[in-house]
């Protein structure tokens, strides 16, 4: 099992900036990518940046520009630094893991951590 614990969530006003933390532990052989996923109130959750073990990057579009994923996952850490924030990206963010074994995505996840932008 891989234990994710996430930091740094909290409120801020519309054009603010915040950083997100994520610590893996456990069983962290193995992990191809780690990211952060998003959940806004009444919405599905959502990719919102990746990173895999070669240092490729992905991003949802609405937050292109603005968030910046960084970490190492040979260290077990992920970061997220956003700017500019709007209060769309209230949601709960989430540290995912995802390893891949012989075909099949194993995916781990965090508590949560709330991010609320007041407007």
């Known amino acids: 099992q891989v234990q994710l614990v996430e930091s740094g969530g909290g409120l801020v006003q519309a054009g603010g900036s915040l950083r997100l933390s994520c610590a893996a532990s456990?069983?962290?052989?193995?992990?191809?990518?780690m990211g952060w996923y998003r959940q806004p109130p009444g919405k599905q959750r959502e990719l919102v940046a990746r990173i895999s073990s070669g240092g490729t990057t992905n991003y949802a579009d609405s937050v292109q520009g603005r968030f910046t994923i960084s970490g190492d996952i040979a260290k077990n850490t992920v970061y997220l630094e956003m700017i500019s924030l709007k209060p769309e990206d209230t949601a709960v963010y989430y540290c995912?893991?995802?390893?891949?074994?012989?075909?099949?995505?194993?995916?781990?996840w965090g508590q949560g951590t709330q991010v609320t932008v007041s407007s």
């Open positions: 995912n893991a995802a390893k891949r074994i012989l075909g099949r995505v194993y995916d781990y």
């Open positions: 456990g069983s962290t052989f193995g992990i191809n990518t």
